[in-house]
């Protein structure tokens, strides 16, 4: 499955580069596919690895702040593997395609 997550402190003010960047090192260092953009940060794996990647960096967030915002769009489908690259390059193929 792939899902696409933003998390953030509430509260925490303007900036919150370094509660994302704990949650990044969290989210690199589980082993499983992942990429991060401006707005989210993009994780692949079984359901059960995610889900228990995304309470854990629920809770880093949660030691510096009591309120946290977790947003999550899942694609899940059985027996996929290699989606975060090939959902990707399956587009550019059609962008040279038409070029």
């Known amino acids: 499955m ?3 997550f933003s998390i953030a402190p509430v509260g925490a003010g303007e900036s ?15 082993g499983l596919a992942n990429e991060t953009n401006a707005m989210f940060t993009n994780v692949e ?9 995304l309470k854990t960096c629920t809770e880093k967030v949660a030691e510096r702040s009591g309120r946290v915002s977790l947003v999550v769009k899942i694609d899940y489908r059985r027996g996929v593997t290699g989606a ?5 390059e399956a ?3 059609h962008l040279r395609a038409g070029a």
Request: aromatic letters at 2%; glycine letters at 2%.
């Open 2 to 4: 792939l899902a696409a």
């Open 91 to 93: 587009v550019e193929r």
């Open 84 to 88: 975060l690259r090939s959902k990707v």
């Open 16 to 30: 919150v580069s370094s509660e994302v960047a704990e949650v990044v090192r969290l989210v690199r260092e589980s």
């Open 45 to 53: 794996g079984e359901w059960d690895e995610v889900m228990a990647l």
